[in-house]
């Protein structure tokens, strides 16, 4: 790494620690970009040249902290593809549990971002993400033939994001945002899924399953 | 109705019809108490006294054009109430449809909004009559019997506001996110209908079946 980069790394480092502490302290919406440049103790060109945007910000926040929605969905190949795809629910419930307050202000103040663009970036990611697991799925046999993995896909990802969203916005708390995502994606999938797969996603399914009153 | 109630009334009426002006020509961005009660002609406290908050006065441009998913959801006895309960996304897909861009910023608004309480209002409300629904559904032996009404009508609840919420955030078309609610409210119920409302659900399902690629 060049003298610069270096330079540009510590800088970074140094804007998202500023931006965990305004958030931590005086709340997300006090943080601005003259806030954070102010509390970085750098001018105001460098958090937009270091990052782009106040929502820039919130996402190198989370990724910072490990958080990569990606590699949990990433194919692991020891594994039904449907496993992994439960697999990456408790990974993101964990993540976010581990300290849901602070994590939900982050994510809250990505999903309302005013940068349109930022936002549906993330969401066509997920959703990619997702149709290419069903798309492995598939090829290991763990669909019906007949199913549009392409449609199933882009069902999951925007299905985990719309619930994750209420939690975002106060609405639920993780634990029942997860929940609600593991049944709407079971419920799906038990019609999707072949035999391979079968117990896997009916294990899912009773985890959660609505009975009993 | 009292000469003053009557007063009322018309400064309801013309405020509605000042925000519905305001958000068409200017974007809702515009809109606050302040450029209404100008809009309107009326002083400051006005918008504050008839509505409450802007928020308010957002849910009551819904309202005011006869959206009320409270009656779409209110029971009626000659159909069986998994039909009223799909028919009830009709409704409110007919209705968003109806002019779009316009509701979805509406409905954006109140999504957004800073009054957690009346957005934590309209979930409880929609949870609440979707449980209803449920209790319902499962008097007319419409459900197996060991479903937990409570939890699937709050899932159902949840999960229409969940991608109501994408809409609102402009990641999905209206129709895109009723075929969403559609596929996540199918996945469930089929696991819970009983013969006598097994048919509609499956019909319901089989009009959003992700099968052909």
Redesign the interface.
């Known amino acids: 790494m060049s003298r610069r980069e270096q330079a540009k790394e510590e800088n970074r480092a140094r804007i998202r620690a500023s931006a965990e502490r305004i958030i931590r302290t005086e709340g997300i919406d006090k943080l601005t970009m003259r806030r954070l440049a102010e509390d970085a103790g750098v001018s105001l060109r460098t958090p937009y040249n270091l990052f782009g945007s106040k929502t820039d910000v919130l996402i190198a926040l989370l990724e910072g902290a490990g958080f990569d929605p990606g590699d949990a969905l990433a194919l692991r190949d020891e594994q039904l593809v449907m496993e992994q795809l439960f697999a990456t629910l408790d990974h993101i419930e964990a993540f976010f549990d581990s300290d849901e307050k602070f994590y939900r202000e982050v994510y809250g103040g990505i ?2 971002s005013a940068h ?1 663009d930022v ?2 970036t993330n ?1 066509e990611r997920v959703v990619a993400m997702c149709q290419e697991l069903m798309t492995h799925a598939a090829a290991k046999n763990e669909l019906q033939i ?7 896909g882009r ?1 999951l990802g ?2 985990l ?3 994750l ?2 939690w975002g ?4 708390s993780n634990q029942e945002s997860i929940r ?1 995502v593991r ?2 994606w ?7 899924c072949s035999n391979a797969s079968h117990r896997a996603v009916d294990a899912a ?1 009773q985890s959660v ?5």
């Open positions: 999903m309302s349109p936002r549906s969401v007949d199913t549009n993995t392409r449609e199933l069902y925007v299905q994001l719309a619930v969203g209420m916005a106060e609405f639920l609600q049944r709407a079971c419920g799906i999938l038990l019609q999707h399914y399953a609505l009975t009993g009153s």
